[in-house]
Structure formats: C-alpha cells, structure tokens
C-alpha cells in the first residue's frame, strides 16, 4: 500500500511554473519532517527542499526564491511550487517522509514512487 503518492509533474518551457503535490498517509504526515528530492539522469538524488511538522522550510540554494515547499495538515499532503523554472531543473522529483536527528540530520525512511518535471529550453 503507497504511503506517499506525488503528481504534478510534467512538460513546461523555461521560465514557467508547476506545483508538484505528494499526498501522505497521515500516521507519516503527522510525524515526519516531508521532503523533496530530485535525481537527473546520470546524478545522484539530493534534497530540494524540506519542512517540519511546524512548518520550517529549507532549501538547496540552487532554488531559493524560486521554489516554496508547504504542507497542508488537513489533506495530509505536501506541495512543492516550483515558479521560474530552467532546464537544470529538469529531473525526477521524490516526495520523501523523514525523521529529524540532533544537528539537523534528516534521515528519509519513505518514498513516493516519484514524477517526472522537464523543462525545456
């Protein structure tokens, strides 16, 4: 049974906005820290952004300003808006549900299968 379940993704020109969605089970929403990654072919997966269960977010600096992670706790469910896209955001972006260690360690213990976001040049 999926836990995490992403959708959102797709084919936008540069410069152009998604809202990618990941719909949780709520024993994982309500407990973990939820995260985005991504993966281009060829590289490894990183972390895009992250938020806690009270609401504080993080981003990788290559996306500041551009992309807001926010979570609703009434539908469960965690968004990625993604505005002022460039082709080097082109990737498979994985919701991912995680547990917050001292010194800011997060370590992800469930993904979503993952969806597709091409932006062309």
């Known amino acids: 049974q999926a836990q995490l379940v992403e959708s959102g993704g797709g084919l936008v020109q540069t410069g152009g906005s998604l809202r990618l969605s990941c719909a949780a089970s709520?024993?994982?929403?309500?407990?973990?820290?939820m995260l985005w990654y991504r993966q281009a072919p060829g590289k490894q997966r990183d972390v895009v952004a992250s938020i806690t269960t009270l609401g504080g977010a993080k981003y990788v600096d290559s996306v500041k300003g551009r992309f807001t992670i926010s979570r609703d706790s009434a539908k469960n469910t965690v968004y990625l808006q993604m505005n002022s896209l460039k082709p080097e955001d082109t990737a498979v972006y994985y919701c991912?549900?995680?547990?917050?260690?001292?010194?800011?360690?997060?370590?992800?213990?469930?993904w979503g299968q993952g969806t597709q976001v091409t932006v062309s040049s």
């Open positions: 991912a549900a995680g547990i917050q260690y001292a010194g800011s360690v997060i370590v992800p213990t469930s």
């Open positions: 709520g024993s994982i929403f309500s407990r973990n820290v």
